[in-house]
Structures are given as C-alpha cells and as structure tokens.
C-alpha cells in the first residue's frame, strides 16, 4: 500500500488552480494516451491499448517524461473504438437522451496496475479543458468509469477511486470476489462472475449425467477462487471430484507429465479445465504428446474460443470439448465504423497511427528499414483482429456497458422534481452529475439493449448469467472449428444436443462419466467405505421393499397388503392363502377323507346285510349303526375344513367336528359300560341290565352329545368363529393367511377338553373292561381304539401350535382323520374279517362257547 500512498500524493498534485488566475489547468499529463470528445457528461474508459508498460520511476525527484508503453493490442483497441460507437449511437439518437450529449475519455492502461492506476486518477482529477475558477474542485469531470477488464486491476482502481465514490462498469473482470458489495459498492459488470460460470459448469455436469469428474485449475487466484466455486456448486449434488490438479506457472514438464498421467489413468471420462489460454496451451501441448484423446474437455470462458488450439496437431485430443462463452453478438454499423479510421482525419486520436503501422506492417517515420505507410491503406473488415467483427464477445460487453450508463442517465433526465429519489424527493442537477446519483441510477436499470437483450444487474453489481455453449468441431483439413450449440440464459440451458459433437471418440454419444453405474431397479446404493459417494455398490432390497427404478437411493418399502415381487421391482398384492381343493394337500386329504366315509358306507351296508348275524345282534346293534354315522360325520367333517374360510364354514367346521367326534365317543363308552355293567356286577345280572337297556343307553348317548351341542350353540352365539386374515411372518410378509379365528379360545378349548374328557373316561373304562370275556374282545379293541384317538390328539396340539400357515389347517384335518381311520379299524375291521372270513364264527353257538 506504501506505493499507493506516495502515487496518490503526486495525483492529487495533477490539477491545480493556477496560482492568481481565474480558471483551472492541468500541471502534469498522465503518460499514456487517451482520447476525449467532451459532452454533457463525460464517461471513463480504461482500455489495455498496449499491453506492455515501462519501468516505473520510483526516485520520484521531479517530473520525468517517462517512456511510453509498447506493444499494440488491436483486440483491445477494437474494445475502445466499439465504446465511442456507442457513445455516438446513443447521441444519434435523438429521442434517447433529448438535448443531453455523451462525452468519453478513454485512455490507455497499458496492462499493469500502476499505469492503469494513473490513467484512472488522471480521469478523475480533471482534462486539458480550461474550466473556469467556478467549477474547479468543484466535481470530477468523469463521474463514472467503463473498465478495468482485469480483476486485479479492477480490485485497486475500485479500492482507490471508490474512495471519491465512482462508480465503475467492468466488462471483463470477472473476479468473484468483486461482488462483494461490503468492499466494492459502487462496482458494475456486464461480465458475468466466475462464481456464475461454475454454477453453470456444476449445472451442465449434472445435466448431462456426469457425477465423476476431474478438475484442472491454474495456480492462481482465478483458477483457485474457480474452482473453489465450482466446488462449492457441487456440493449437494451427486457429482463427486475424481480428482483435482493443479498446473504450475512454470509448466515443469515433470510436474505437467505427471498431471496428464493422472487424467489419462482415472477412470474419470470428464475433465474440468478452469484455466487461463497460456495453462490451456501447456496442457494440451502435453496431453498431445502422451495420446490422451478419450477424455470430454469442459472449458471455461478463458479458453474455450482459444483459436490457438484448434489447429490440427490438439484436434483428436480436444475434439468435443464443450465449455462456456460470452454471449457473442452482431452489432449493427460497428464494423464500418471500425474501417472509418484514417491517420489523417484522426488527429484526436493518438493511437491510429500505431493501429496502421500494426495493421500495415508499415512506419510512418522512415528510415526503420520498414516500408512507409502511403495513407492510402484501407481498413477490411474482418481482415484483422482489429477489424473482425464475427465474434464480438468482449465488445459486445463494452458495448452494454455503455448504454448500462446511458439508461441510468436516461432514468435522471426522466426524474420529476418532488418524486426524485433523493432527500425530500429531489432529482439529480443533470448538469453537475454527481457520482454517487449516477451509482443510485446505475443499481436500479434495467432495460434492453439494442440487440434486444433484457440487462440489469444484480444485488451485487452482476449482469445475469448468460453464456453461449461452445462445441469443437473438426473443421475440413482437421482444424478446429467452434460452433455454438447453445445458450445457457437466466440459469436455464437450452443446448440443441443433436448438434453436439462429444469428446473423448463418442461422436453422438453422450459420454458416460461416473465411478459406479446407476444401481439397476430392485437394487439400493450401499456406499463403499472410505470413497466417494458416487462410487457405491448396489445391494438387492429387502424383502417388502422395493426400487422400480435405474438409479433410486433408497428402496421403498411396500404399501399394506403389497408385497414385493421376487425382482424387487414392483410391490404386488399379498397372496391370500389357505388350504383349497386345488391344492395336492387339499387333494389328498379330501380324498382320504372320502374314502374314510366311503370305507364307513360300506360297513354300514356290511352290517346291515347281516344285522340277523348273531355278531351284528351281540351288541346292541343300534349302537353300531350310530357309531357308524357318527363316523361318517366325522370323516365328513374334514371336508368343512378344506376350502376358502367363509362365515358358515367357519362356525360349521368347529361345531360339526366337536359334536360328531363326542357323538361317536359317546356310542363306545355306552359300549363300554354295557360290557362293565354285564360282567363285572356282582348282582345278579338281572337288577343292574336293567339300567343299560337299549332305551337308557339312547339316553346316555343323548345326554353326552347335548352337552357338546349346548357349548357348541354358546360359542355361536356369544362369538362365533370368523374368517380371518394372519401374516406368516409376524405381521408382514409375501402372504396373508385367511384363516379362521377362533372367536372364543375358551369355548374351543371346552369343546376339545369335553371330547377328552369323554375319550380319557372311556379310555379308563375300557381298560377295566379289557380282560372281561366279552363278546369279541369288544372292550380290548374299544381300549386300543381309544388309546390311537388319545395319542393322535395329544400329539396334535404341539404339531397344531407349531406348524406353519395354512398347514395348521391340515394338521387338524390330519388328526380327524388319524382318530377316525383309527376308530373304524380298531372297532369294525375284526368284525368285518369274522363276517367276511371266518363265517363259522358267526354263530350263536361260538357266541355261547365263550
Ligand atoms: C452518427 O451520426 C453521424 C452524422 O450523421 C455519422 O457520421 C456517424 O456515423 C453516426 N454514428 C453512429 C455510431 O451511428
Ligand atoms: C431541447 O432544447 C430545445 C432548445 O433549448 C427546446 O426547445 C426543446 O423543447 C428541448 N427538448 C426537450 C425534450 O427538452
Ligand atoms: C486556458 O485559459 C487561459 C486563460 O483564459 C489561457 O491562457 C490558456 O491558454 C488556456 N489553456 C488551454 C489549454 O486552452
Ligand atoms: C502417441 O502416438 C504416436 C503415434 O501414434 C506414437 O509415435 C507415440 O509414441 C505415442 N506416444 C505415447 C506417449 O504413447
Ligand atoms: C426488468 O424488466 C423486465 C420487463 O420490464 C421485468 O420482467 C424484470 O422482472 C425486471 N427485472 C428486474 C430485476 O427488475
Ligand atoms: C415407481 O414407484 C413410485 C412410487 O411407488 C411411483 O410413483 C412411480 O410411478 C413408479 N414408477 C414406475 C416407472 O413404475
């Protein structure tokens, strides 16, 4: 700052009243050129002219003339000529800014800060005009400045005269550090901020897929504060960075080797480049040399239009490449006005000498062993970088600079006294324009240029982003050949993707940069350990949840009733589930069942046939035939159990089997206790027969069977068993079991507990009976039977409790059937063998002998 302070001393010296007199005169004139047009207001201009500035002079002893800057920048003397074109359009133009004129002052930088410095504070301090005593001091004669196109230039020019507050329009810094409106309030730009391009560049990586990149970046403050931005941009989206390098300003062709190595070896297909041209050129130099050419380039701004790089050697390496522009634009008449300059109708102008020496390869002094320029060159459009007008970028950003200023002062002249803005709604003295009004005015335009394009700036002093999408293209002869493929406007790309060429040899292919490929549908992301989180592996959901699409994060869980499919990919109703007649289980079981009740017919016809058979009539034969039907009840029975669950099924199958079951118990017991009674009674056979005759014995079985009939009617009505729905798997699973519910555990647990308790005391009473010599071992064979129906339905409870969905059902059909089968073996089977086999036994006279 030291330096700063000592230049701003000698400044302040520049412009100084002249000692008695009455007006005002410069004592020192800034060293480099300028050009002035006076005008109502005059407008700053800060161009690079030159490019190369001569040592300072630091003795500071005196006034020196120093020497003049070197090196003629036509581009940026074009950007100069393109701003007094304006200037002269908007004073064409009468209707613009009625009876008020533009004046410029635009000067020469000469690319280094301390002479752009200079040239800005001479602006300020005042011109060679005689000003009268009135008016000296009084304002600055530029209250407002277009430039500087550097950051860095840009940050001290706006650190400096922003202290006089003046406002200052860029049309080339893009810096993002200059939108901060705390450090530079009064600083403008028609350049979009860097921190706008990387947002753009985070958005076209994440258009277009690519979530694996690298990223290349100068080693200075622009590609740093780039990339940190684009960084920044990224964060939150699912681009990840697969690597970062950064090239050196001294291109060590170590370190450039070893930087082309990294991007040829990762697997990332896209490259960031947010470099400068000169960082472009040594990178592709080496990128050529080591045959990198499968690589998509994205390029920023300051390389993208790098005409240097599309001759053939870069082509099959940058073929492709996709970056960002400034909006080009045509403007109208600038190109004639360009080739209007002549050194000899110049004379205010002190550059358009050196422009023809540079544009002719002539001098205008001889004896420079350079031909003599005659005067009668003529300018060609588009024939030099000074006249070439097919891309105005640059330009076009002066340009809009220009007529930023002038709709501000167009918005003042417009300014009703008693509504300005201003303390008690005062308009500003369009006549002694004040810096600070013009900064008011400059913050709120808003308008549409020329080319019809809407402007404004921003919070922070920033013109909308909008870029052009630049593609390379290979020209004929293999050069390179920039086409615009699209625009990116107000955060929005439309980019015309047929005429896209990608890089990296995919032609019409969008490349396909990411470190681990979308997770196919029914799969989930797992992210690996350590890495990025693009780079994941993709895990199968789990059951019940489901992804239906490439690429998901997260699987979803399936809605109530829905169930995954076994790709995981759709959620499909649950299966609702029982034991049918279509299944074999149900096939079988019916079938067994069937045969049970047919096997029952046929000894019911058997006995029937031979009810006069002394071993028919032995026992009471009445007692048979209801065991029989009791029996065929029961294999029934299991039939009710097979089938979709429905209201009546349900409530049948539990009542139907209790009463058939403790029926066909009731009939052995009454069985047993005839055989107890007739032989074990002390008495005389006679007394106690008596109360075991065929009635008593209808009555006991009556008594038996109402029982279970009267527990059964209560279930019924108090809660009857319903159909019911139950999951196999807790409460969530692939299927829904429709089942019956029990309605009362209770009352089922009495049905079966009286069943038992029937079986146990006819069980113990059989076993009594076992040794009496009976007619045809009957309690023998009633205590075998009972002992199979005990141990089928002690063993059916575990086996009920723990068997699985709809096989519960089948275990209880299971153990119908096993009890059943076991019931009319055990009883009927000897007897059909005797009437059937062994007819001589079938005889009253055999019955005797026993
Ligand atoms: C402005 O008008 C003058 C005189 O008519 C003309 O010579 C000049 O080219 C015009 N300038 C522009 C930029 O239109
Ligand atoms: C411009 O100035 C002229 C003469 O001074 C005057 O007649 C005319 O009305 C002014 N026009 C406007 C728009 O102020
Ligand atoms: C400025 O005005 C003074 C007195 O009117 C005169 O002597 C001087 O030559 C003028 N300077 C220029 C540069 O016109
Ligand atoms: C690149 O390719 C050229 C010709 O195809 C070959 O001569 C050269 O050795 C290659 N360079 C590298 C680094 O592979
Ligand atoms: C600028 O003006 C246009 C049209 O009048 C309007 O749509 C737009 O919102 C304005 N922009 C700002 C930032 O005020
Ligand atoms: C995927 O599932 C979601 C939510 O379940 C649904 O909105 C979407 O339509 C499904 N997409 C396809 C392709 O099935």
Not at 334 to 339: D, I, M
Not at 457 to 464: E, I, L, T, V
């Amino acid at each position: 700052m030291h330096i700063w302070a000592l230049l701003l001393c000698c400044l302040a010296g520049i412009s100084q009243r002249v000692q008695g007199g009455e007006s005002c005169q410069l004592m020192v004139k800034s060293t480099q050129g300028s050009v002035y047009q006076a005008g109502d207001l005059v407008i700053g201009g800060l161009f690079p002219v030159h490019v190369k500035a001569p040592q300072p002079d630091l003795e500071f002893r005196g006034l020196k003339d120093s020497a003049s800057c070197e090196i003629f920048h036509q581009r940026a003397y074009r950007w100069l000529q393109a701003m007094i074109f304006a200037v002269e359009e908007i004073n064409n133009n009468t209707n613009f800014l009625p009876n008020f004129t533009l004046g410029y002052l635009v000067s020469d930088t000469c690319l280094a800060e301390r002479t752009t410095l200079l040239a800005a504070m001479s602006m300020v301090t005042g011109q060679e005009a005689n000003l009268s005593a009135s008016e000296c001091g009084s304002v600055p004669t530029v209250p407002v400045v277009v430039g500087d196109p550097r950051s860095s230039a840009s940050i001290i020019v706006a650190n400096t005269i922003g202290v006089f507050n003046i406002p200052m329009v860029s049309y080339l810094a893009s810096c993002g550090c200059l939108s901060d409106k705390t450090r530079y309030p009064l600083f403008f730009r028609t350049m979009p901020s860097d921190a706008a391009e990387a947002r753009a560049m985070a958005e076209l990586l994440r258009l277009m897929g690519w979530t694996w990149v690298g990223l290349v970046s100068a080693d200075d403050d622009f590609g740093r504060f780039g990339i940190q931005m684009l960084m920044d941009a990224l964060r939150g989206t699912e681009v990840c960075v697969a690597f970062h390098e950064v090239i050196p300003k001294d291109y060590a062709k170590m370190t450039m080797q070893k930087i082309v190595d990294t991007i040829r070896t990762s697997t990332a297909t896209v490259v960031v480049a947010f470099i400068i041209d000169l960082d472009a050129k040594a990178l592709f130099d080496e990128v050529v040399e080591q045959n990198v050419t499968d690589k998509q380039w994205v390029a920023n701004d300051a390389w993208i239009t790098y005409s240097v790089l599309s001759v053939p050697r870069y082509v099959p390496s940058l073929a492709g490449t996709l970056g960002f522009a400034l909006r080009r634009a045509d403007i109208p008449g600038l190109g004639s006005f360009l080739a209007r300059l002549h050194p000899s109708s110049s004379n205010s102008d002190p550059f358009v000498k050196e422009l023809w020496e540079s544009l002719f390869g002539c001098s205008f002094s001889a004896g420079l062993g350079m031909k003599v320029c005659s005067g009668s060159e003529v300018i060609g459009i588009g024939e030099s970088l000074y006249s070439d007008v097919s891309q105005l970028r640059i330009t076009y950003n002066v340009y809009k600079a220009v007529y930023a200023i002038a709709n501000a002062v167009r918005e003042m002249l417009a300014c009703e006294p008693g509504k300005g803005p201003f303390l008690e709604g005062w308009c500003p003295d369009v006549w002694s324009l004040q810096p600070v009004e013009i900064a008011h005015y400059l913050k709120k335009v808003n308008f549409s240029t020329p080319l019809k394009e809407r402007m404004h700036f921003n919070r922070n002093g920033d013109p909308p982003a909008s870029y052009d999408i630049i593609n390379w293209h290979v020209a004929a002869q293999g050069a390179g050949e920039f086409v615009t493929v699209g625009h990116f406007l107000s955060d929005r790309f439309h980019i015309n993707m047929e005429a896209v060429l990608w890089g990296g040899g995919s032609g019409k292919e969008v490349p396909v940069s990411v470190c681990s490929s979308p997770c196919p549908a029914g799969t989930r992301r797992a992210v690996q350990r350590s890495r990025p989180v693009c780079c994941f592996d993709c895990l199968p959901c789990a059951d019940g949840d489901i992804s239906n699409k490439t690429g998901l994060l997260e699987c979803v869980r399936c809605p109530e009733r829905f169930w995954s499919n076994p790709t995981h990919t759709v959620c499909v109703p649950q299966q609702v589930d029982f034991l049918s007649y279509s299944d074999t289980m149900g096939i079988i079981l019916s079938l067994v069942s069937a045969l049970g009740t047919a096997l029952t017919a046929a000894t019911f016809a058997t006995f029937l046939y031979y009810r006069h058979t002394p071993l028919v009539r032995a026992n009471n034969s009445e007692v048979s035939f209801m065991l029989l039907v009791s029996l065929k009840l029961c294999f029934l029975c299991a039939l009710a159990f097979i089938g979709q669950p429905v209201a009546w099924s349900c409530m049948l199958r539990h009542t139907l089997f209790g009463i058939s079951f403790v029926l066909c118990i009731s009939c052995l017991l009454s069985r047993t206790v005839v055989v107890l009674v007739a032989f074990r009674s002390t008495l005389p056979g006679e007394t106690l027969m008596r109360y075991v005759g065929p009635a008593q014995q209808r009555l006991g079985i009556s008594i038996c069977t109402l029982v279970q009939v009267l527990i059964c009617a209560l279930w019924l009505t108090l809660a009857p068993p319903q159909p019911a729905e139950r999951n196999t798997m807790g409460t969530w699973g692939p299927k829904i079991i429709l089942e019956c519910a029990m309605g009362s555990v209770v009352a089922f647990s009495l049905v079966l507990g009286y069943m038992g308790l029937l079986a146990c005391l006819c069980l113990l009473l059989a076993f009594l009976a076992r040794t009496l010599p009976d007619n045809f071992n009957e309690a023998k064979l009633i205590t075998f039977s009972m002992l199979i129906f005990c141990s089928v339905w002690v063993t059916f409870v575990p086996a009920y409790i723990s068997s699985p969905g709809k096989y519960t059902v089948a275990v209880e059909i299971f153990a119908i059937l096993a009890s059943s089968y076991g019931l009319l073996f055990c009883i009927f089977a000897p007897k059909c063998f005797i009437i059937f086999m062994r007819p001589e036994k079938n005889t009253k006279k055999h019955l005797m002998a026993r």
